[in-house]
């Protein structure tokens, strides 16, 4: 017998180890990285999954080509099996980057092989069970065995592979993997300086629309805290990136609002005038700062001194405590999101 959320919890309060352990063995994997980047030597690169893997990729897109100038793109798989030639323009030059949990999602490895059908010749796969069919399809293997799950949400595997692909991107673009080794520290700090406020503001019922705003790559980032709202607690929520919330979606803003700002320091002003336009409109701010905190609203501070490129992951665990603080609350059970499994296995035929 496990009590409700059990496993949910303890992934969320563990992901800094995880990150870690990534980290680690990466590390010693840095020269062969290198090497098979300089060997596939790609003119651009695809990153797809599916939810939040999906999501991932948007986040790893985006990292990727601020730091090498590399056209990257993130879609999810099933644009890549179903419109091939909308997402793909010179598969031979592409490095496909595939990331799933499982490793076992049939449109994820139905992608893979709609890419080499169309001449693609190098794919990689980052997955926290590295033995699996996509692992198998792949010519690099990025593990994060130790952000392995039970529950059907993905925390702590977000945040895992998160780190891996932001140590892939710097490897290649020849930083210093040394910002990404302050990451742990930083994300066990803000889970215990952040666990009771995010306790008392999920419980916060009456709060029922939640819209999350993120810019550049916090954008995924927002992507993802709207999808764990949804999976674990069943709560109509958005995400946006964050200029694009005036242009239609503010109309939605009330009293029962929650907008949480994943701010950037690069766009700072910019986000936090959206942000306080929502607060004018009776919305509840949950601002999340690299930079100062924003007068009205609750604060969650982010290091100031780290590299804006390393700062996804950590916008990650108080959001997700968020979540599962929520379905606590609702009296939902986190680990078991309804009509939901952890994995969506489809006919392969069906996609070949
Ligand atoms: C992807 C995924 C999850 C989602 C859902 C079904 O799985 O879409 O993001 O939470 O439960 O699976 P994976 O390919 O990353 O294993």
């Not at 870690?20 to 020269?31: D, I, P, T």
């Not at 990153?47 to 100038?69: N, R």
């Not at 109309?251 to 942000?275: K, P």
């Not at 001194?305 to 405590?321: D, F, I, K, R, V």
Request: negative net charge; hydrophobic residues 45%; glycine residues 6%.
């Amino acid at each position: 017998m496990t009590s409700r959320g059990q496993h949910t919890f303890a992934e969320i309060m563990s992901q800094a180890t995880a990150w870690s352990a990534a980290l680690a063995e990466f590390q010693g994997r840095v020269e062969q990285v290198q090497a098979a980047w300089d060997d596939a030597a790609p003119t651009r690169v695809l990153f797809t999954g599916c939810g939040s893997t999906y999501y991932l990729s948007l986040i790893a897109a985006s990292i990727l080509q601020g730091l090498t100038g590399i056209p990257a793109r993130g879609v999810p798989a099933s644009e890549l099996v179903l419109f091939p030639h909308h997402v793909t323009a010179d598969p031979g030059r592409t490095l496909l980057v595939a990331i799933s949990r499982s490793g076992t999602t049939s449109e994820t490895i139905a992608a893979v092989s709609r890419f080499r059908q169309m001449g693609g010749r190098r794919v990689w796969c980052v997955t926290c069970y590295p033995d699996t069919p996509l692992a198998q399809e792949s010519d690099l293997v990025l593990p994060a065995e130790a952000a392995q799950e039970e529950s059907v949400a993905q925390t702590r595997s977000f945040s895992t592979m998160l780190v891996l692909v932001q140590a892939l991107a710097a490897t290649v673009a020849h930083e210093p993997l040394d910002a990404l080794l302050s990451l742990p520290p930083a994300g066990e700090a803000l889970l215990e300086a952040t666990a009771g406020e995010m306790e008392v503001l999920g419980n916060r019922l009456e709060l029922c629309r939640y819209f999350f705003l993120g810019s550049g790559p916090q954008y995924g980032v927002a992507c993802e805290a709207m999808l764990k709202l949804k999976e674990m607690s069943i709560t109509h929520s958005e995400a946006y990136h964050a200029l694009e919330f005036r242009h239609g979606p503010k109309a939605m803003v009330d009293g029962e609002t929650l907008a949480v700002g994943l701010l950037s320091r690069r766009a700072f002003d910019h986000e936090r005038a959206v942000l306080m336009e929502t607060g004018e409109m009776a919305a509840t701010i949950l601002a999340l700062s690299p930079a100062e905190p924003i007068a009205g609203a609750i604060n969650v501070q982010l290091p100031t001194a780290l590299p804006e490129w390393t700062l996804p992951p950590l916008y990650l665990p108080p959001l997700q405590l968020l979540a599962y603080h929520r379905a606590m609350a609702k009296g939902l059970d986190p680990d078991r999101p309804r009509h939901l499994e952890a994995v969506v296995v489809l006919d392969p035929d069906s996609l070949a």
